[in-house]
């Protein structure tokens, strides 16, 4: 069946982004609209597709000449989070004590942690939307990229939890103060001017303010993360796993495919990029580059039989050479997703 959601998963330095790309293009070539996007904080999705920082803030299409349109996103984390907090606040005065809250300026503009979510619900804004054909979805390194994967039950099970609860209690009066200190004379001046020492009074009513004026918007916040996970595991979703080549990433591959498998994700093609050539043509004697490169060539066919075998036959295992440039413009971008239309057969 057609996958209309393509997750390109792998560790870093592997070229997964330009692989996704490449991927993109590969499938408007082939006549679906197709959108590439990427939260990899790098945004070297950007210099790939030769797309400007608009693409931060709306679906840029790219002049590729294919069949298919060809669209650019780049996830901006604090743009996705004013918009989510704009369209699903319950009111205006409620949006803007969020917007305007320094706790919330702080959160929204850091990207640990935030950034995996914000992924999240933007993937779910451009599913539910419905129109592209095929999304491509390009990730961050192996450990954020499972804390992405991951970042739906985490919401679920925070909002669940005991500490959304005892946070939206009451705990300052209408005029900043702790509630009960003020009748607790100077003990309580006392206890207010420690905790002020330790913590700072102003970071508390902050995150006090934010999570009471944030309350509405967390069940709507439970419904996405849930619809999310469904998304992920649909039969219309489907993940391709990059890996360097060498021995060396055999365990770091092997660990991810084991880690899509126990989460109930369909794991397609495993891609093993950069491949040193078997045959390195005419060498001017056996000097130390040749028998570099010689060595890489067996190094990369080891690192490849071994994945053959561990995979035993459940994936199918693409090579893609290493090519003399990374690919930086339309050109050299077209020959690399002709060797990985491939990917798209049954897709």
Known sequence: MRRSLLVVVGSGG????????????????????????????SLRLKDSLGVGDEARAQEVEVAAGTRGRLCASLLDARQTFDRLVQRYAPDPAARDRILANRFYDHLSGSLAGVLEYMAVERLFEVAREGRYDRVVLDTPPTRQALDFLEAPQRIVDFLDSGARRIA????????GRLRGASRLGLIG???EAFLDRIVGLELLRDMAEFFQAFGPLYEGFRTRAAEVQSLLRAPGTGFILVAGPGEEHVP?????????GEAGLRLGPVVVNRVHPKELGSVDGEDEAARLLRWLAERDRRGLAALRSLLAGRHRL????LLPEEPADFASLGDLAGLLDVLLDGS
């Open 14 to 41: 592997v070229g997964k982004t330009t692989l996704a790309a490449a991927i993109g293009l590969a499938s408007a070539r082939r006549g679906h609209d197709t959108l590439v996007m990427t939260f990899d904080p």
């Open 318 to 321: 693409v090579e893609v050479p």
């Open 189 to 191: 001046r006392n206890i």
């Open 168 to 175: 939206l209690k009451p705990w300052f009066d209408e005029h």
């Open 252 to 260: 770091d591959t092997m660990f991810f495919a084991r880690k899509l």
